[in-house]
Structure formats: C-alpha cells, structure tokens
C-alpha cells in the first residue's frame, strides 16, 4: 500500500465505528446477515446495538477496511483475551462476508478482486500467524489461540480459492510467504502442547480439568490447522518450498510437531481416541509427502544437522513404539467404535518405516529397534500369522478421514455466539480403503521392511553387513531366554518349526501380490533373508542355556579392507571398546544430549528401548550338531570364521542387483563413454543434472541424485576392487583368488555384469596355480566332486566351465557350475564358493534354482568313469 493511501485508510477508520460493527454484526450468521443486506438502502446495513441505538454501516467499506482495523488493533494492544476475542470476531465477520460475495457483487468486488484489500487480507492472517506462534505453553487462552489459528489459516480458502492446488500457486509466488510457513508449524505445535498438558490434566490433575466438551473443541481446532498444513504438503511445488525452507527442515521445526504429536496419549473415551489417531495419521502424512521430493533428500537435509538427527530417532522411535502396539493389539479396543473415523494411521506408519529402513542415514536404527518387533511378528502362531499377514480379510480396515472444519460454527462456540447443544458433533470426510486392499498393502510394506534391512551395499553401509540377519538371532535368543529353565529342546524346535511355517507362508502370498503390490527384487530379497536364516535358527535348538558372545573384527582403513564377522564363544577375552550407542537412544529430553560428540551414554546408562547395541554375528553355516561323518569342505586357506563371513559377503551382488535396476543398459554404457572424459563428473552438479536428463531419454527416468549416487558408488567400488588386488599380490595363493572373486576384477563398471554374456571374451584358458595346465570341462560332463584331502563329496554334471556365471569369472577363479545330482554329505553343508545365485549350502542352492547348481574347483572335479 502507498503511504498517502495508507494515511488516506487510517483517517477513514477513525471516523468509522469498526469496532461496533464487529462486535454486533460477528453474531450474524450469513443467512441473517444477506437478509439485512436486501433490506437495506445503497447496501448500507442497519441494526440496533447492544445499547438500543440504531447504528448502520455501509457493507463495502465494512469489507474494505475490515482487515486493516484488525491489523491495527494486533500492533497496538497487549494479547489479552479481550483483544483476541475481537480478532476472532473480525475473522468470522470476515468469513460471513467472503461466504456473501458470491451473491453480493460489491462483496466480490471488494474482496476478491481488490488487489488492496487482497494485500491487506494476506497481511492480516500472515501477521496473525506470527503472533499466534509466540503464546507461552501455559496460556490459559488456548480456546482462543486454537480458534484463532483454525479460522485465520481457512481464511485463504474463502478469499482465495479452495482448491489446494490453486492456493498452492498464489502463496508461493507470494514473496513473504516463508516465514509465515514457518509460523504456521510452530503455532499448530503450540495447539499440541495445550492438548498434551489438557489431554494430562483431564484424567490426572482433578483441580485442572477442563470440560470435556472443551477439550474435544480444541483437538477440533488443532486438527484443522494440521489438516490444512497436511493438504498443502500435497502439492508438489509446495512441499518442495518446504523443504528449502531451513528452519523447517534443517533445523527441525517439522521433525519438532511430528515428535510431540507422537507423544500424545491414547485415552478411552472414543472421541479423543480417534482425535489422536488422526493427529498422529495427518503428520505421518506430512513426513511422508516430504520424503517423495526428488530434488532434494528430506532425510539427508535432517541427516546433516546432529541435533535434528538425534530428535528425528527420537521421533522414529515413536513410530516404531507405536507399530509395536498395533501389533499387539493392545491398548486399541476402542478403535471397534465406528463412529469416527481413524485416518489410515497403521499403514502411514508402517510406510514411513519401510522409507526409513531403505534410507543409509536411518537403517541401522531401524534394525536396532525394530527387529525385535519383527520376531514377535514370525513367532505368532501360524494360523495366527496367517489370519493377520497372508489374508485378504486380515484386520479391520481404516478410514482415511478429512475433517469437514466449518470456522463460522468453531469460532461461533468460542465465543458464546452458540451453544454446546447447538454445535453440530464434527463431520467426517471418510475414504475407505477396500478391505482386501488395506490387508494386501500391510503384508506389502513387512516384506519391503524386511527386504531393506536384508539388503546391503558395502559402498555405503560397510558396517551393517549382516547387522540385520545378527540382531533377529540376538532378539530369538532373547525371546528363547525367557523360557523357563530345563525345558525341552521340543519347545525350542517348535518356535523354530513356527518361524520357519510363518517365513514360507509369507514368502508364499508375497509372490502372489507380485506385480500389483511387491516386485520381484523386494520377494527375491525376502527369500534370501530366509534362505540365510533357517539353518542358523535350527542350530538354536542344540543351544541348551549356552551364551554365545560375538564380536564383530573393526574394518582395517589404512588397508581398505571390508570389515569380517568373528565368531568368539563365552571364556574368550574380548577387548573392551567404547561403542557409539546414540542409535539406541529413545530421546525423550532433548536438552539432556550431549550433541557436541559423537559419543553416546556409557553402558551403565539405562537404556529406555532396552534394545541391545552390540552386533552379534553368527555362523553362516547350516550343519547339525551330531553330523560328524559331514566332510570338512575346503576354505582356501582361510580359517573358519572367514568362511563364516562369505556367506555375508556373497550377498553383495544381489543388493547390488536390486539397487542398480534404476538403469538398463544403454544408460549404463552412456555413463561409462562420458566417464572417459569426466571421470570425476560427480564434483560437477551442473554435469550431473545435464546427464541426468540426456540417459533418462534413453530408459526409467533418472534424478540427478540418482545419478550422483551411482557415480559415487561406482568410484567407491574401484576403489575397493583396487585394494583388495593390492593386498591379493602380496598374500599370494589361493587367498588371492578368493579375494579376486569376492571384489571382482576391477575393470567392470559398476552394474554391468548383469550384462556380460557368458559366452563373450572374457574366457581365458585356465592355468593351474602351480603351473600346470588345468582340465579343460565341458558342458554336460558328469563329473565327481572331490574335497580338499580328495575325498568324494558328490556327483553332478557340469552346467558352465567358461565365460562369467552371476558375477564369477569362472576362468579366472578356475571354477566350474556344476548341477548336483548325488551327495554323500548333508545338503546344509557349507559350500567352499557361497554366492547369491547359490546361496551357502547345497540346500540353499536347491532353494534358489530349483537344482543343486554350486561353484566348484575345476581342479577337484574328476570325471566319472562309465561302467
């Protein structure tokens, strides 16, 4: 506004008696008021105050200079309830007069086409946030405050428009829009403080309670303001600006909201349990609208800020807490009232876990505290199990609910305008997700859980490996503790039987969901988590009251090497070490952290979770305790703990598999020409974007965040390729082939093995380590598989003997893929060569490919002599 039209309006106002105006015609609804507006002459409104004078106004200067008196009573009065009592008055005046001019063309004229009034309009309500945002916690106005915020925020949909996509638009190209945005999370977590300390004070503090119809009241305030911010956040461009938005996100001030929404108490009167349900449904919405932005990583920018990422696990831990609940079925016997919805609660939470347990940043805590949720999911009964997780009928559904907020109805009831009885109860738009369509999505997003945390990438994550498969073992053994002393080994064989029937009853109805629900890598993975964990959870049963102590051996950096599993049993003297434990920290108080360190509490520290921190690991081998006529299959050389590591190890192809699918290859070998020229083209984010869009044309569509990760991982990977030759040159013999085999040759680009045809150039003719010249196999030869003394293990006929199979240079590691037909040992024996296409035993290999198909020596295969 121009200054002289500004002094021009402030001149005008002194003559006009706004304040009357507001005072009387606020309890006018939009009925009786148009009924006056037809009655009167030049539409100037009539009516006897309070004190039976008889007072006018003419309507369009009433809505011309309606907002600026608001604006001027917000910078000259204290906040005291006689002045937010006015402002709410003038917001529901407003409200009446934007409902009227659609049917009044100076109302439209005025409001919705005066760019003055239109400015004025977005001042009032900007401003009205901000000071909104500053009430102390302890305010006894917060009736007022909740109204206040509810009738201001819906105020843009009268004036503006009410279609989210539209409002979207005009609030962003508004150039003062960030810090209302800002305003507005903080103000709507100030609502959830006052219902956190009424929620408290109204089941525990008689001499504070509140009336019930109160309290419902402002959980109705607080859910529209959030309902508002949740309908914004849906619009792309919108959450985008969120998340460029540094307070918002870098410093927290959504993760703030989430976390105290979460916190919030479920009671047993239905109304405030299904009040909280959608509070907690409508933030998770939120949160996870933001993880979809592509441009830039949500969980990244909270990632970078230590203080955020401490409150954001805290924040987790809630959500985990909760699923746990869920589960469990208890605490929620009053979700079978359907008389208000719910909101889609259960799935929003069991999806934003399954984005954290796919994220680098936030896996490891997830597996941490989550795990043992998933043991007691796989310990259920089996009819239990499968009734919950492999029907289309397995639990009632929910409702995703939009509440129909009406601020002339709200505000009305705040301030004395309508009665309780006069108030209508709250209206739902309620969305029901089809009953088979909710079960089919929860059985979904447990296998993708599970699929995550099963998959691992060394270029990231070097430290997780196998942390997962570790921690179920550790929560099983927890959950075989608790068995009374002396009991059976019956009983430990029947959980186990139980896991197992649940684990393949799962695997069973995944593969049916494929492609509608799962695809294929998310099934795939899932079955190599149960492949690995079988024959590990049937040795529990021959652990009678044994503790078993792992420690898992420290990466060596100065040599590049990736970190091993040891196996080290009870009466072994392990070194004392300082663990990072932040991971397991539930953080209740945040000021109570020490957030300069990365040192976490010491160990005498009670631990609110109870979840152990230590990482366990576990012989990957599956022969049973008793077996001693099982051969001893040849290692290379190594110990038996390394050869409890390959199992692990051998794993990393088929993640990378998983994680690489985002490019075909055309893509891929697009990437590899221009790194030719650009080798370092992941330092130069103009380069990456200009890529980004130039491959994308050429198959799935690529981000340039994408693309810089598969840059990244790419280089990591040479890099590691190129130490551990370097350390194969110096140990020398058959360690270095082993080694070869497990970080590959060097000289391929990253995912283009997949590629390679086994037939190409890459066979070499094979020499024996001592230099003599090695069998040359064939396909279809029947051979004899001999161990490392040249003892007969088993029969079977050679499949491969050149060229590449699953990532193996067959020539190179002078192996051959042999298809098993006759064994003399136990199928759970270890293989001396485990990798993702064979799993670790003859019977995971069986599992995987339908045949006994194993890599095997060439030079310990011998060909069968025909009688």
């Known amino acids: 506004m121009q200054p002289e039209r500004n002094d021009e309006a402030c001149r005008i106002l002194k003559l006009i008696d706004l304040v009357s ?34 007072k006018q106004i003419d309507i369009e200067t009433l809505a011309r200079y309606l907002p600026l008196n608001l604006i001027s009573k917000l910078l000259e009065s204290e906040g005291d309830e006689e002045l937010f009592r006015y402002l709410l008055s003038g917001i529901k005046l407003l409200h009446t007069l934007c409902d009227l001019a659609p049917r009044n063309s100076k109302l439209d004229q005025v409001l919705l086409e005066d760019m003055t009034v239109s400015e004025q309009m977005f001042d009032l309500i900007f401003f009205m946030i901000m000071v909104l945002c500053k009430f102390r916690q302890d305010s006894q106005l917060f009736l007022l405050h ?78 529209a303001s959030l309902q508002f911010l949740q309908s914004l956040s849906q619009q792309k461009l919108f959450r985008e600006r969120l998340i460029r938005n540094k307070d918002l996100c870098e410093e927290g001030g959504i993760l703030m909201l989430a976390h105290d929404i979460m916190k919030l108490p479920f ?50 831990f809630q959500v985990l807490e909760l699923l746990k609940t ?31 347990s796919d994220d680098s940043n936030f896996r490891s805590y997830i597996t941490l505290n989550f795990t043992e949720v998933l043991t007691t999911i796989f310990l259920q009964p089996n009819a239990e199990f499968s009734s919950n997780w492999c029907s289309s009928e397995s639990w009632p559904s929910e409702d995703d609910a939009t509440l129909d907020f009406d601020p002339l109805t709200a505000a009305g009831w705040v301030l004395g305008v309508s009665t309780s009885s006069d108030v209508p109860e709250s209206t739902f738009n309620a969305c029901r997700v089809p009953r088979t369509s909710y079960a089919f999505q929860r059985t979904s997003l447990l296998v993708k859980i599970v699929a995550n945390l099963t998959c691992f990438v060394p270029d990231i994550c070097k430290e997780e490996m196998g942390l997962f498969l570790n921690t179920f073992l550790q929560c099983l053994r927890k959950e075989f503790s608790t068995l009374p002393l002396g009991v059976s080994n019956d009983i430990r064989a029947e959980r186990v039987d139980i896991i197992t029937q649940n684990l393949h009853a799962l695997l069973g109805h995944a593969e049916s969901l494929i492609p509608a629900f799962l695809n294929q890598d998310d099934v795939q993975l899932f079955r190599l988590f149960t492949v690995q964990l079988e024959p590990l959870i049937s040795q529990e049963i021959n652990i009678n009251n044994q503790e078993i102590n792992i420690d898992q051996a420290t990466e060596n950096n100065n040599e590049g090497q990736e970190s091993q599993d040891a196996l080290v049993i009870e009466g072994n003297q392990n070194e004392d070490k300082n663990e990072d434990k932040t991971d397991n920290i539930p953080l209740e108080d945040m000021n109570t952290l020490n957030l300069n360190t990365n040192e976490g509490p010491s160990n005498e520290t009670p631990m609110q979770d109870q979840r152990t921190s230590i990482v366990e690991a576990v012989p990957a081998t599956g022969v049973h305790e008793g077996e001693g006529d099982a051969l001893n299959i040849e290692t290379h050389g190594l110990d038996s703990n390394s050869t409890i590591t390959q199992q692990v190890q051998s794993d990393e192809k088929q993640v990378k598999k998983r994680k690489r699918n985002i490019m075909n290859y055309v893509q891929i070998s697009m990437m590899e020409q221009a790194l030719q020229n650009e080798p370092e083209m992941q330092r130069k984010a103009a380069l990456v974007q200009s890529w980004a869009e130039k491959i994308s ?46 970080g590959g040759s060097g000289t391929e680009p990253e995912s283009a093995d997949e590629f390679l045809d086994p037939g190409s150039s890459a066979a070499q003719t094979g020499q024996s380590k001592s230099g003599g010249s090695s069998v040359k196999h064939k396909p279809g030869q029947l051979v004899v598989l001999t161990d490392i003394q040249g003892e007969e293990i088993g029969k079977g006929c050679v499949h491969q003997a050149h060229g590449v199979w699953s990532g193996t240079n067959l020539d190179e590691s002078k192996l051959c893929v042999v298809d098993v037909t006759y064994l003399k040992v136990d199928k759970w024996t270890n293989l001396p060569h485990p990798c ?14 339908g045949v006994k198909r194993v890599l095997w020596d060439s030079a310990k295969l011998v060909l069968q002599r025909l009688a």
């Not at 907690?280 to 203080?307: G, Q, T, W, Y």
């Not at 009053?334 to 399954?354: H, I, V």
């Not at 993702?836 to 490919?849: K, L, P, V």
Request: aromatic letters at 8%; a negative charge.
């Open 21 to 54: 105006a507001v005072k009387e015609l606020h309890r006018l609804g939009s009925q009786e008021l148009n009924k006056l507006l037809r009655d009167a002459d030049d539409d100037a409104i009539q009516w006897t105050s309070s004190d039976g004078s008889s």
């Open 146 to 223: 909740s109204a206040l915020l509810a009738c201001s925020l819906y105020l843009l949909t009268a004036f503006v428009s009410s279609q989210w996509h539209e409002l979207s638009q005009v609030l962003l190209a508004h150039p003062m829009v960030d810090r209302p945005m800002f305003g507005a999370f903080v103000a709507v977590h100030r609502n959830i403080q006052f219902v956190q300390l009424r929620l408290s004070a109204q089941y525990t503090d008689i001499s504070k309670q509140s009336n019930l119809a109160e309290v419902n009241r402002l959980c109705q305030h607080c859910e």
């Open 836 to 849: 993702d296409a064979t799993g670790a035993s003859f019977g995971h290999a069986e599992q995987i490919n």
């Open 326 to 356: 869920m589960f469990h079925g208890d605490g929620f016997a009053a979700f079978s009232d359907k008389t208000y919805p719910r909101g889609l609660l259960q799935l929003n939470a069991m999806q934003l876990t399954e984005i954290l």
């Open 267 to 316: 009671f047993e009167e239905p109304y405030l349990m299904a009040v909280v349900s959608r509070l907690k449904s409508k933030v998770l919405s939120i949160l996870l609208h933001l993880c979809e932005v592509e441009s830039v990583s949500f969980l990244d920018v909270v990632a970078s800020n230590p203080r955020v990422l401490n409150l954001a696990k805290s924040t987790i």
């Open 697 to 742: 044309l050429h198959g799935s569509e690529i981000s340039s965040s994408q693309l810089k990760n598969w840059l990244n991982n790419r280089k990591a990977k040479l890099a590691r390729v190129a130490a551990a030759k370097d350390v194969s040159a110096t140990s020398g013999g058959d360690n270095a082939s082993f080694t070869d085999k497990q």
